[in-house]
């Protein structure tokens, strides 16, 4: 199960981070993008500004999160590049999260679940990101896929924007929070699905911004393992966010984008894999102390 094999390889690299490749073309080094865009464009120049990350990173950072929608931006090349991207993660030992945030009626979470994560996906990712609006029967297709194939999902519970309480913290039913019937539905939907580590490959995405919420979904969601977003560029800290993990350390993996592909720009250097390995160094040890690791 590839929620074993998360868990397994923050333990080997005592690193709990995954790097966020939300890659834009004017996130590159000018001299470094230059050659790439002049011979086949913006996508090109992600790509292997991509590709010099995941080689210079693969020491220190165990997992690496992928969001579409910065590849859709590229059009073709754009979605070309991501596959690519992810198809080199895997191949380096990363596991792999791909955050597009999918969910539909059933027969449309079948298609997308069976592009992402079905035994012969054509575009396989360790896990995605899903979006439950839709109900259990939107779901259900990506939790099936997940059992057959050993891959995972992270379902959208508190997410780390702004306005994210607009609807998430709203009072339902018996007095708590939709965010909160939401984490309930994940912890039902992952039963079956809890791997030798003791965690579901059924997981949640929890802002890191919102640290009281997420210290209350933990206590109430001890097998679900939580994807953090909002480290760093969004305001979150390691401190804060640290009511998120378990007793151990374990159960997150904490997700941070512009800190590390846009740390040469806050080191004034064009030389982005230095200035990303000394901003994931300091993000490990800042992580490993607030857990008291």
Known sequence: MQIDRLIRAIRA???PSALGLDTRVEFVPEAFARPYRDAGGPAE???AFNFALLDGLKDLIPCVKVQAAYYELMGLPGLACMAETVAEARRLDYVVILDAKRGDIGATAEAYSGAYLAPEAPLAADFLTVNPYLGSDGVTPFVDDCRTSGRGIFVLVKTSNPSSGEFQDL???DGRALFEHVGAKVGEWGTGLIGAEGYSSVGAVVGATYPEQGARLRRRMPHTFFLLPGYGA???????LAGCFDASGGGAVVAASRSLICAHRRAGTDDFVSAARDEALRMRAELNTALGQ
């Open 171 to 173: 009072t339902v039913g």
């Open 13 to 15: 690299l005592d690193n």
């Open 45 to 47: 120049a992600v790509r």
């Open 234 to 240: 969004q305001g979150a800290s390691a401190k804060a």
